[in-house]
């Protein structure tokens, strides 16, 4: 049984498609109690990393441990096809090729680009030893399941949780697309930040500010990291329930600021303020509807008040640009502020707002706009800053709030008649969810609760298009029950393309009108759903009837499994669609594992240098050692790999194959039609070693069960390193080398390693898939297999649990008394050899000195304690009272037996057999082998 792991695997891959693996594995199951983990789709670029090797063997362990377990559990990969990155790669394929491309053809570059890399990403988790329905998985570009996905949008419009309006969203001016909140990552950013002065322009000021202050020098003093965003200025907001104060500054100004930030706002203009400085103070409050002067442009802002100003920076008055950002939309709505937005998509200024810096990129616009802040007298001070700013998590560039006309998908909507908004009812539907870890409940309990309305539309080709059609007339969204069913209909039939290739009028019903104005004519919105949306639809293409569509399998699932990321991406996009749509979770429970890092604890990545690829451990060591990877760490926390661990890993891999070798090794010769014995029948340390092995089993089941891998590899692979080899497997050798093959100890021997060799080939199944699978084909070969399935995986778990009762209570108490001397004894012999008084445990008269209580039950199982004890003799002194145990090692007495190398007296007195022992003389006899000497 040579390993040579990267050699036989791919051998063991065509043999199990050839069978049909999955096929012939959900045939065995059908009927059985059900246990469906839901696959989240990874994302169709690029070959398969550790990050997605760790996802998929993860769900493997668990489809098979739960098969193992005699469940129903089928297993639907899928993959995420739509989206930007494929977009930006054909870009970068096609290059100026790409101008002379309608959309149609884009997306037909796009499709064949996902094609290949799922193809690519497959022939990855297959080599893995995924079992899955890998000649049919989900594809979100596949027609039936983009008819999903524009069923779910149409419903949501209908239940009227979708909306179109002007918002300050997140933009990515790199790819020139709106993004949701789950699309922006924060990284550290250096920003050029400036203090502005804003002159006071007229309306009615607080009563001590108005006395004590020359209203022609008054200024607030405002604070930005964004200086871009001035030309959009529209308000000065201030916090109602702050204090604020006014200083004169050494150019003779008075400045407003709130009496928190003096001391910090004095350090950054270098005045050297201090709280006596103050000439008067004031509540924000008062401030409400004082009107103040744009910096350059003939504008007047009003003070408004907003409560999310707060004193940890800045000055306690912010500038209001309602275009460009979302608390300042929000107070722009309340105040019915006008939203200026002179930034195009690409991010560079337009119109008569933006100007003197027309055409410009936004951020290299900044240090113009600070030189012009200072020509004009309105600079206060600047300076650089790095702090956290968000950034585009497909591009990694920085990010901007920029209002434009976007789709959403608004939280606190509610349907009509329904009550609770949709919010809520995420919320209800997380509470009824097993969140593992438990954190996992609050995190997305808490992104859920504060989470702005999704913006659900992106400005792309490569997607779903938002199945919308717009009167010419009057611009309203036509709302039509039988064109809604038309539209999915042809999606089903044609996939999304037909969008972009076909008319408006193929998509129109009979009679299809306007509401509003009676129209029949009408245009496609040309926008595409965010991919979040998407992959959140899953659950609707694949939980569902296949006559509706789907692939047959139930709402809602029992698992899903995801990095920690997924609270705000899958797990979240699926909850708030299926509460959405479908009035429920689409999981009973849900599943987190890390990331992998590097020894440092650095996330491995191909930009770091520290990424280790899959396919070069697969190919160095086989794919099993890669599981057992996976098997040995504790996934919920980050999962550390490096060589050397890898080599560790493959060490602990070869212990266990080593012992599956030595039982199939010895099991030579047994047909247990034949040899085996009746459990009762066993010698004692055989019924011992079968009742260990139950509890071994029923320990490693209990994790399975609870997805404890590490903690289920764990006692398997001690089970078979420290207590099956260096213990039961030691001591049975004797019985195994010296016993006549028929000999009844020798046969019992035997009967107790099939029956373990049984167990733990199933055990091992899910793990190490591979091996386990070429033990199970030579047991089925030599006859050793305890039924006729033609895989391991076809298998249940061994029926262990009779196997305790083969062990009384009692008995277990004799076995703990023996085992508590063993330990004894070995420390004692190996002593002995340390001091160079023997050699091998053989050798040796163990005496054990014992209190008078454990002495009778040590005297009669002598026999029993020199084979546990490995040595030749035993003799037992019973102490006085008080005594404590004490394990002596003498020179066994008698001569060595050639043939199994025990001391015996009777060796040298056999005149026939001079060199044998009685025992191996009868083992001869028995073989027919023995001859006079």
């Not at 002007?166 to 001016?173: D, E, H, K, S, T």
């Not at 113009?368 to 007298?377: K, N």
């Not at 390193?721 to 260096?726: K, Q, T």
């Not at 190398?901 to 006899?925: F, H, M």
């Amino acid at each position: 049984m040579k390993a040579d792991l990267p050699v036989t695997e791919p051998q063991r891959l065509d043999w199990w498609k050839a069978m049909d693996i999955y096929g012939r594995i959900r045939a065995a199951r059908a009927g059985r109690p059900l246990f469906l983990l839901h696959d989240g789709p990874p994302y169709a670029n690029g070959a398969i990393h550790l990050g997605t090797a760790l996802n998929k063997v993860l769900k493997d362990f668990i489809v098979k441990s739960k098969t193992m377990a005699g469940f129903d559990s089928p297993y639907v990969p899928g993959w995420d096809c739509h989206g930007l990155p494929i977009e930006i790669k054909v870009d970068q394929m096609l290059g100026p090729q790409k101008a002379g491309l309608d959309a149609a053809e884009i997306r037909k570059r796009c499709q064949a680009y996902a094609r290949d890399n799922v193809e690519l990403q497959k022939r990855g988790f297959e080599r893995l030893g995924v079992f899955g329905q890998w000649n049919d998985p989900y594809l979100t570009m596949s027609p039936r399941y983009e008819a999903a996905i524009a069923e779910q949008i149409l419903a949501f419009l209908q239940a009227g949780y979708a909306y179109r309006g002007l918002r300050a969203v997140y933009w990515c001016i790199h790819d020139r697309t709106a993004l949701a909140e789950a699309e922006v990552e924060y990284k550290e950013h250096e920003s050029p930040t400036v203090w502005v002065r804003y002159r006071y322009a007229g309306g009615k000021l607080p009563a001590e500010l108005a006395a004590k202050a020359d209203a022609r020098e008054l200024a607030a003093a405002v604070w930005t990291t964004t200086p871009w965003t001035l030309p959009a200025s529209v308000a000065l907001a201030f916090h109602p329930e702050l204090e604020y104060v006014a200083v004169r500054s050494r150019s003779g100004a008075t400045l407003l600021l709130a009496a928190a930030r003096l001391e910090a706002v004095s350090d950054a203009l270098g005045e050297g303020w201090s709280r006596e400085d103050a000439i008067a103070r004031f509540r924000g409050s008062e401030m409400e509807g004082v009107r103040f002067a744009h910096p350059w442009l003939e504008r007047e802002e009003p003070a408004v008040m907003a409560n999310y100003i707060t004193t940890d920076q800045g000055s306690g008055i912010v500038h209001t640009a309602p275009g460009h950002g979302a608390e300042d939309f929000s107070t722009g709505e309340k105040y019915k502020l006008p939203v200026l937005c002179p930034v195009d998509a690409e991010g560079r200024f337009f119109g008569p707002e933006s100007r003197p810096f027309e055409g410009q990129p936004i951020f290299a616009a900044n240090p113009a706009i600070v030189a012009h802040l200072r020509a004009i007298g309105a600079l206060l001070a600047e300076a650089p800053l790095r702090h956290s700013y968000p950034h585009c998590w497909r591009c990694h560039n920085p990010v901007i709030f920029r209002a434009t006309e976007q789709w959403f998908i608004g939280l606190d909507r509610a349907p009509a008649g329904a009550g609770a908004s949709l919010r809520q009812r995420a919320l209800a539907a997380i509470a009824g969810v097993r969140w593992q870890p438990a954190w996992g409940e609050e995190r997305i309990r808490q992104m859920v609760a504060e989470r702005p309305d999704w913006c659900s539309s992106r400005q792309r080709v490569w997607g779903v298009p938002i199945p919308v059609l717009a009167c010419t007339q009057c611009g309203g969204v036509l709302r039509d029950a039988a064109t809604d069913r038309r539209i999915v209909e042809v999606f089903a039939t044609q996939g999304a393309d037909a969008w972009f290739t076909q008319p408006p009028e193929a998509f129109l019903a009979p009679g299809a009108q306007c509401a509003a104005c009676g129209g029949s004519r009408f245009m496609q919105e040309r926008d595409i759903v965010d991919v979040w949306f998407e992959s959140g639809c899953s659950q609707a293409a694949v939980l569902r009837p296949q006559a509706e569509g789907g692939f047959g399998l139930p709402f809602p699932a029992d698992l899903y499994l995801e990095g920690g990321d997924q609270y705000r991406g899958w797990f979240q996009s699926s909850l708030l669609v299926a509460v959405g749509t479908r009035g429920a979770a689409p999981y009973r429970q849900t599943l987190t594992h890390g990331w992998v890092v590097d020894t440092q604890g650095r996330t491995m990545h191909k930009s770091l240098g520290n990424a280790i690829e899959p396919d070069a451990i697969v190919g160095a060591h086989g794919a099993d050692i890669l599981r057992l990877w996976v098997a040995s760490s504790d996934f919920r926390e980050e999962v550390s790999l490096s060589p050397d661990l890898l080599q560790r890993v493959a060490e602990a891999y070869r212990k266990l194959r080593n012992t599956l070798r030595y039982l199939l090794g010895n099991l030579h010769g047994f047909a247990p039609e034949r040899d085996a014995l009746p459990l009762p029948e066993l010698a004692p340390l055989d019924r011992r070693l079968l009742a260990e092995t139950a509890r071994m089993a029923l320990d490693v089941e209990h994790e399975y069960a609870e997805f404890g891998f590490h903690r289920a590899y764990r006692r398997l692979a001690d089970f078979c390193a420290v207590e099956l080899s260096a213990v039961y497997l030691d001591v049975l050798k004797d019985r195994l080398y010296a016993s006549a093959p028929g000999d009844a100890a020798r046969r019992s021997a035997q009967t107790a390693l099939w029956k373990v060799l049984g167990a733990l080939v199933r055990l091992a199944a899910p793990l190490a898939a591979f091996t386990a699978e070429e033990v199970w084909q030579q047991m089925l070969a030599s006859g050793w297999a305890e039924s006729n399935a033609a895989s391991v995986h076809l298998e249940t778990y061994a029926p262990v649990r009779p196997w305790l009762e083969l062990q009384t209570e009692a008995e277990d108490a004799r076995w703990r008394l023996w085992f508590a001397w063993r330990e004894l004894a070995m420390k004692a012999l190996e002593e002995a050899r340390r001091q160079k008084r023997l050699g091998s445990g053989l050798e040796a008269r163990l005496e054990l000195c014992a209190p008078a209580e454990e002495a009778a039950p040590l005297e009669a199982a002598r026999d029993l304690l020199a084979a546990l004890c490995i040595v030749s003799q035993v003799e037992v002194t019973a102490l006085a009272g008080g005594a404590t145990r004490e394990a002596k090692v003498h020179r066994a007495g008698g001569a060595k037996c050639e043939r199994c190398w025990n001391y015996k007296p009777e060796v040298g007195t056999l005149e026939a057999y001079p060199s044998l022992c009685s025992r191996c003389v009868q083992a001869l006899d028995a073989m027919g082998l023995a001859t006079a000497h």
